[in-house]
């Protein structure tokens, strides 16, 4: 069947440009046009309304233009979050221009790494990350502050012609590869725009006028989709230069917030500032991400004290919320299960290791199709075509879609330990373990055996009245999971030894560095 009727039904194919024509830049301009005094963005250093934060935008695409910068192209920033960074995204949608968003905790190779995928036309930064720019030889870029302040005064603040179109890359986030070099993932802003259109009834309806605090940094998606959905919608943006938690809960205690990001690895540090303060939230409508990486007690007392549901969330840079971030954990609730609802515009296969599908009850690596999926890889087709394959985005995760169309998070599909011929999904075992009382984080990692080949190590952290020991997380596997999965070993370890990335996952490896040194220098021992 065509995808089109034929041309003589009357259906003029030359309308379908109407639909490409909307994009985050234009949609935008609907919003200053809406309520042009609103409030739009605030950092601690300026506040300004749609108005004022429109024509700051206008300037910096003819200061864009003025530097050689056309459609198609890609500026890079590299700061930490400020109303430059919001400006620059916005600039960027109407000139239908990519912003790479550099992540400035990597090394200065890996960062290299971004840059050379991303080939920038200009770069901006912040005053601070100044000497990074030089190490890595980005001159003739624009520093905020001072320098920016003086280009924007020099450009006109007229509106820019409506060049951009739907399916024009705006945001690249930096994700992690297979062979240990960042990839650059490319968010459309047809992405954007319907990744902005779900989160206002997923995972809990919000309203216009609800705002962000964009605290997490903006080269994750948990920065980015999130500002750029206040901002279409007509909410106020509050800008935190990284993690606060007094002023996190002093700007929530007066402002109506959608979504209130807190990530596994601050989740203690929130709920200390709640308690220490006494004040609570105006007006939060869902709180939290990834809940199998929070202790579900955490999870209770965190929603009683913001008052708002946790997300139950399963999404991903590439995916946005989808594919299965419908869920949501009551407030007050110390959730037994963390089954996940599938989102909604979107369609999820579990697949085996020759992409066939695989029965209810059987674990298999999730693929999504939708209308928040990136377009690919930057410069990267070997990548794509493998995560891309048949048409379906491949996540590399492993979930088991339950009876009732639900969907547990099983683990990596990457990470997997091989004993004994079995797979061990270490998340199967991690469940239990966090779920016992006086455990703060728990992760298991593999270990070399000499009969087994792998098997699974625990490494737990306890709060400060904990008092597990090693044989009661042994028993507690034991009536829980396989045998075969139990943990070989169980080792206490202090929560500060626990390194987390950006995104809140604590790093694996160094664990596994750990126990390969011991193995290394048993076996010299040995000899």
């Known amino acids: 069947m065509s995808p089109l009727p034929p041309a003589d039904s009357g259906f003029d194919r030359a309308n379908a440009d109407c639909?490409?024509?909307?994009?985050?830049?234009?949609?935008?301009?609907?919003?200053?046009?809406?309520?042009?005094?609103?409030?739009?963005?605030?950092?601690?250093?300026?506040?300004?309304?749609?108005?004022?934060?429109?024509?700051?935008?206008?300037?910096?695409?003819?200061?864009m233009v003025r530097r050689g910068v056309v459609r198609g192209d890609c500026v890079a920033v590299l700061s930490e979050n400020r109303s430059e960074y919001v400006e620059t995204m916005f600039a960027a949608a109407k000139l239908g221009v990519l912003v790479a968003c550099l992540n400035w905790r990597l090394a200065d190779g890996e960062?290299?790494?971004?840059?050379?995928?991303?080939?920038?036309?200009?770069?901006?930064?912040?005053?601070?990350?100044?000497?990074?720019?030089?190490?890595?030889?980005?001159?003739?870029?624009?520093?905020?502050?001072?320098?920016?302040?003086?280009?924007?005064?020099?450009?006109?603040?007229?509106?820019?012609?409506?060049?951009?179109?739907?399916?024009?890359?705006l945001i690249i986030i930096y994700t992690s590869g297979t062979t240990g070099l960042?990839?650059?993932?490319?968010?459309?802003?047809?992405?954007?725009?319907?990744?902005?259109?779900?989160?206002?009834?997923?995972?809990?309806?919000?309203?216009?006028?609800d705002g962000f605090i964009a605290w997490s940094p903006m080269f994750h998606v948990s920065g980015t989709d999130h500002v750029i959905a206040a901002l279409l919608r007509g909410?106020?943006?509050?800008?935190?230069?990284?993690?606060?938690?007094?002023?996190?809960?002093?700007?929530?205690?007066?402002?109506?917030?959608?979504?209130?990001?807190?990530?596994?690895?601050?989740?203690?540090?929130?709920?200390a500032a709640l308690v220490a303060s006494g004040r609570r939230p105006l007006s939060v409508r869902s709180v939290g991400v990834l809940a199998d990486l929070v202790p579900p007690v955490k999870i209770a007392e965190l929603t009683s004290l913001v008052g708002a549901p946790y997300c139950n969330s399963f999404g991903a840079s590439e995916c946005g919320w989808p594919p299965a971030s419908r869920a949501v954990i009551p407030v007050g609730e110390v959730p037994k299960s963390l089954s996940k609802l599938q989102s909604s515009y979107?369609?999820?296969?579990?697949?085996?290791?020759?992409?066939?599908?695989?029965?209810?009850?059987?674990?298999?690596?999730?693929?999504?199709?939708?209308?928040?999926?990136?377009?690919?890889?930057?410069?990267?087709?070997?990548?794509?075509?493998?995560?891309?394959?048949?048409?379906?985005?491949?996540?590399?995760?492993?979930?088991?879609?339950?009876?009732?169309g639900t969907l547990d998070f099983v683990d990596r599909r990457k990470y997997l330990i091989k004993s004994g011929g079995e797979n061990i999904y270490p998340a199967e075992i991690e469940k239990v373990l966090i779920a016992l009382p006086g455990v703060a984080e728990a992760v298991v990692v593999r270990k070399a055996d000499d009969r087994w080949g792998e098997v699974p190590v625990a490494f737990i952290a306890l709060g400060a009245n904990g008092r597990l020991t090693a044989e009661e997380a042994v028993a507690a596997c034991r009536?829980?999971?396989?045998?075969?999965?139990?943990?070989?070993?169980?080792?206490?370890?202090?929560?500060?030894?626990?390194?987390?990335?950006?995104?809140?996952?604590?790093?694996?490896?160094?664990?596994?560095?750990?126990?390969?040194?011991?193995?290394?220098?048993?076996?010299?021992?040995?000899?």
């Open 19 to 63: 639909g490409y024509r909307v994009t985050v830049g234009s949609l935008f301009r609907e919003q200053v046009l809406l309520g042009p005094g609103r409030p739009a963005v605030e950092d601690g250093r300026r506040r300004l309304s749609y108005y004022e934060l429109n024509e700051r935008v206008n300037r910096l695409v003819q200061v």
């Open 111 to 169: 960062l290299a790494q971004c840059c050379m995928l991303a080939d920038p036309r200009l770069v901006f930064h912040s005053e601070r990350l100044a000497a990074t720019t030089s190490r890595l030889g980005l001159e003739g870029g624009i520093a905020f502050g001072d320098e920016y302040e003086r280009a924007l005064a020099g450009a006109e603040d007229s509106e820019p012609p409506d060049v951009a179109d739907a399916e024009d890359g």
């Open 182 to 209: 960042p990839k650059g993932a490319v968010i459309s802003q047809r992405a954007e725009i319907m990744r902005a259109m779900l989160g206002r009834i997923e995972p809990v309806p919000v309203a216009a006028e």
């Open 235 to 271: 909410g106020k943006v509050t800008v935190m230069d990284g993690f606060d938690g007094d002023r996190l809960i002093d700007i929530a205690a007066r402002e109506k917030i959608a979504h209130m990001t807190v990530l596994p690895g601050v989740v203690d540090r929130v709920i």
């Open 346 to 404: 979107g369609m999820i296969r579990l697949v085996d290791e020759d992409d066939n599908d695989v029965p209810v009850g059987v674990p298999g690596e999730i693929c999504y199709r939708g209308p928040t999926l990136f377009s690919g890889y930057l410069r990267a087709p070997d990548a794509n075509r493998e995560a891309l394959r048949g048409g379906w985005f491949h996540l590399g995760d492993v979930l088991r879609r339950n009876e009732d």
């Open 479 to 527: 009536s829980r999971i396989a045998s075969y999965k139990v943990p070989k070993e169980v080792r206490f370890i202090a929560e500060t030894e626990l390194r987390r990335s950006t995104s809140g996952k604590i790093i694996r490896r160094d664990l596994e560095l750990l126990l390969e040194r011991e193995v290394a220098q048993a076996a010299r021992e040995a000899s």
